[in-house]
């Protein structure tokens, strides 16, 4: 792996990014980054949305060749909802390795358990890239080994470099998606509601506090949960403080 990283230059990845903006369906980006991050030494990739997932679903990116039966018991278990890679790598400014979790976090049992189970499957190291663009949901692109230990500078800059040509053109591929962050972005009113609901108010409080009946604080909300488009409220704080609505604080 070490080698055919240090051999690697610019115009490898320029070459990904040519191939990655021929292919006119995710199916065939996909066997462009499959073949990419194996060049470069690494067994298995995800590129996923923020959130509920949902295999084929038109509207959001999902795309990874991990093993089936983990992804089977991912989805099928809901053991997203307590992934401490997710959790851990939106908290670093250009991606995170598995091994750095607990200097980020820390993670709870729930989260701890996931990656147990993620190892029983052969994913023992990897290194995480989140992606974030206001009003739009966010995503997470990931490269894992068997292999366990650090990711060396090579290896997280190449994930770096295939993640981010592997998200752009994966949003591009979802009709509508990339001019989404083009719109008006949270009202003045929604970002209010939203910072009270991470300081852990009711509607009926959040009413009281900023003046407004229940009923209009909940359109307020609901309106920044479609625009976000998850489906919970602790995922739309989470996403709005990633875009910067809502400090951290209020979640640690």
Request: hydrophobic share 45%.
């Amino acid at each position: 792996m070490a080698k055919a990283l240090e051999i690697a230059q610019l115009s490898d990845f320029e070459a990904v990014d040519r191939a990655s903006e021929k292919a006119q369906t995710h199916a065939e980006l996909f066997t462009v980054i499959d073949a990419a991050i194996r060049s470069f030494g690494f067994p298995w990739f995800a590129l996923v949305d923020d959130g509920d997932l949902i295999k084929g679903r038109s509207s959001c990116l999902f795309m990874t060749n991990y093993p089936s039966s983990w992804v089977d018991e991912v989805i099928t278990n809901r053991l997203y909802r307590d992934d401490p890679v997710h959790a851990a790598s939106i908290r670093s400014p250009t991606g995170l390795c598995w091994q750095r979790i607990h200097e980020v976090i820390a993670p709870t049992r729930a989260q701890l358990s996931v990656l147990d189970r993620g190892r029983t499957h052969g994913l023992n190291a990897g290194y995480t890239v989140p992606f974030r663009i206001p009003g739009e949901r966010g995503a997470f692109f990931s490269v894992a080994r068997r292999k366990d230990g650090a990711f060396t500078y090579a290896e997280a800059a190449a994930a770096q470099l295939v993640g981010g040509i592997a998200f752009q053109r994966g949003r591009e591929l979802i009709e509508g998606r990339a001019v989404k962050a083009l719109g008006a972005p949270l009202s003045r009113r929604q970002i209010d509601c939203l910072r009270l609901i991470a300081a852990g108010k009711t509607e009926w409080e959040m009413s009281i506090i900023l003046g407004l009946s229940p009923a209009t604080v909940h359109e307020y909300v609901e309106g920044a949960r479609r625009r976000y488009g998850v489906r919970t409220r602790s995922q739309l704080v989470l996403a709005a403080a990633r875009d910067g609505y809502v400090s951290l604080n209020y979640l640690a």
